[in-house]
């Protein structure tokens, strides 16, 4: 298994360790599983914390190999923050890896989970990457990273009471823009009849995001970018794709376009710009952080949306 050699290969890096630096003084050394949760983190920590992301920019969390860097960032952090829902399939293997007894906290506690319509068994594999019966995807809904952030805070406010007050600060500071970023979002929306919202994508990551702005989206993978649909799958859609005139269809940053272009293709349909669905983009791109990658994702999908 490809993940377990990994894991093996791992360990030897555990040698390395005791010769690393330490953190910068003043600096709390804290890991984030993936580069969007990583910008949050950093939000609410603002200069007291030193945020290292495992899944960097326009990387794929769902296939995730660890690196010896990896094992390293863990064994020296203070906490571990994690999506949860079954995104990190890998973290649990990695901690024991890296000896990591810290706390893991889960920012997306206490959301109202979404169901998958089926579970993600990725063709029978067990490589770390199941989902089990909840979307992990919450992120997409602005308001259930405002769950993440109020979580966020509460738990480096446990690891650090000194910046208690720092950290609640800056995470209502952070709570304000989700909310200026959901009422413009809202109301962008409010423009377009709801039978017009009508979405095509490569993954189904935007389950949250269509049920809180109403918006449909059909997806050509599972949830997860590691999935291959079958093909009575992909016909189906593109039977459906003509007969609903759909012209909203969209590529993502880390997911393969070869599906994608196989329906452009068959069906007419240009695709539009490049969704962000589970990493931001790199530094100069589109989408740094969490709010430009909502802002740009909705700008893009509007101007596709009003052609249907």
């Known amino acids: 298994m490809r993940i377990l050699r990994s894991f093996s290969i791992l360990l030897a890096a555990l040698a390395l360790v005791s010769s690393l630096p330490a953190a910068a003084a003043g600096h709390i050394p804290v890991v984030a599983s993936f580069s969007i949760l990583g910008d949050i983190v950093a ?49 649990e293997r990695l901690a024991q890896s890296a000896n990591y007894h810290g706390a893991i906290v889960t920012a997306s506690a206490g959301i109202h989970s979404r169901e998958l319509v089926g579970e993600d068994e990725h063709d029978g594999h067990d ?17 259930n990273v405002i769950v993440y952030t109020r979580n966020i805070v509460a738990a480096l406010a446990r690891l650090d009471p000194a910046g208690a007050a720092a950290y609640r600060k800056n995470g209502e500071a952070y709570v304000g823009k989700l909310q200026e970023l959901d009422r413009w979002a809202i109301q962008q929306f409010a423009q377009i ?17 269509g049920a809180h702005y109403k918006v449909r989206f059909l997806a050509a993978q599972g949830v997860s970018t590691d999935s291959e649909p079958s093909a009575r799958e992909v016909a189906a859609l593109i039977r459906q794709i003509r007969a609903e005139k759909i012209k909203a269809l969209f590529f ?57």
């Open 252 to 308: 993502e940053n880390m997911s393969n376009p070869k599906l994608l272009q196989q329906i452009a293709r068959e069906t007419g349909v240009t695709p539009g710009g490049k969704l962000y669905a589970d990493a931001l983009s790199r530094a100069g791109g589109p989408a740094p952080d969490y709010l430009a990658l909502m802002r740009y994702n909705i700008g893009q999908l509007l101007e596709k949306i009003r052609l249907n």
């Open 43 to 91: 939000n609410v920590g603002g200069d007291r914390i030193a945020v290292t992301t495992l899944v960097g920019p326009d990387e794929d969390a769902h296939v995730f190999q660890p690196a010896p860097d990896d094992i390293k960032a863990l064994s020296r952090a203070k906490l571990v923050v994690v999506n949860g829902l079954g995104f990190e399939g890998w973290m």
């Open 193 to 209: 009849p709801e039978a017009k919202r009508r979405v095509i994508t490569s993954h189904d990551a935007f389950e949250y995001f």
């Open 127 to 143: 490589d770390g990457h199941h989902h089990g019966k909840d979307d992990p995807h919450a992120w997409q809904d602005p308001q």
